[in-house]
């Protein structure tokens, strides 16, 4: 299939089939796909944590308004966020930056100094704000992955972080989840796979100037 294709193939799967379950590659694949996703400055203020434990995934149904994809799936995708973003942060980015490219500190002090002024400068509010559009281009890219892996998935915002941040034990990470997305294959009998996707016409979604 071409990309296009796999990208109409892709939807957002209602039921999985419990028996299967993605291999160590796929998962592998996945994880470096988030690694690498862009985000701002490229400072990642984003984990991703793979929620294997299906007792785990069964507490977790129940703060999900129960959509059963958290469980059913092969592995839950949980996207958090960092609960604030510290000077810190940026220095060890900026350090990171040095180590692999071996860039001279006397180039990276300007940027590392607006960087921190720029995160100062924001409420913890505001910097929760700006790492959470981060996630969702994350997921984005996730969600694409997926499709071209023939690895199905269903993005969730219907959820209690909260609860989840006390399941998982994220506070004490300095953590706070924003996004799920539930992976595996999808169920035989799943009715929404065959459903046709509704989109506008591509001159209308798209302006070319």
């Not at 959509?67 to 958090?80: D, F, T």
């Not at 009998?189 to 016409?201: I, Y």
């Amino acid at each position: 299939m071409t990309t296009i294709d796999k990208l109409k193939w892709r939807y957002a799967t209602k039921k999985f089939d419990t028996s299967k379950l993605l291999t160590n590659e796929k998962l592998n694949i996945l994880k470096q796909a988030f690694n690498l996703t862009a985000t701002s400055f490229g400072l990642q203020t984003i984990s991703l944590i793979v929620v294997e434990d299906k007792k785990m995934r069964a507490d977790l149904v129940a703060h999900s308004y129960n959509q059963n994809q958290v469980l059913e799936a092969s592995h839950l995708l949980v996207l958090a966020i960092q609960d604030n973003i510290l000077t810190e942060d940026v220095d060890e980015h900026f350090d990171n930056v040095k180590d692999i490219r071996t860039t001279p500190e006397t180039i990276l002090a300007p940027y590392r100094k607006d960087l921190k002024a720029m995160m100062t400068s924001m409420t913890i509010a505001q910097r929760q704000e700006w790492s959470t559009k981060q996630a969702y281009i994350a997921l984005g890219n996730l969600m694409t992955v997926c499709a071209i892996e023939g690895i199905d998935s269903c993005p969730m915002e219907g959820f209690h972080p909260e609860a989840y941040d006390k399941i998982l034990n994220l506070k004490s990470k300095n953590l706070k989840s924003v996004l799920l997305l539930p992976v595996g294959y999808r169920a035989e009998d799943d009715m929404f796979a065959q459903f046709k996707k509704v989109r506008k016409d591509l001159n209308e979604s798209v302006i070319e100037m």
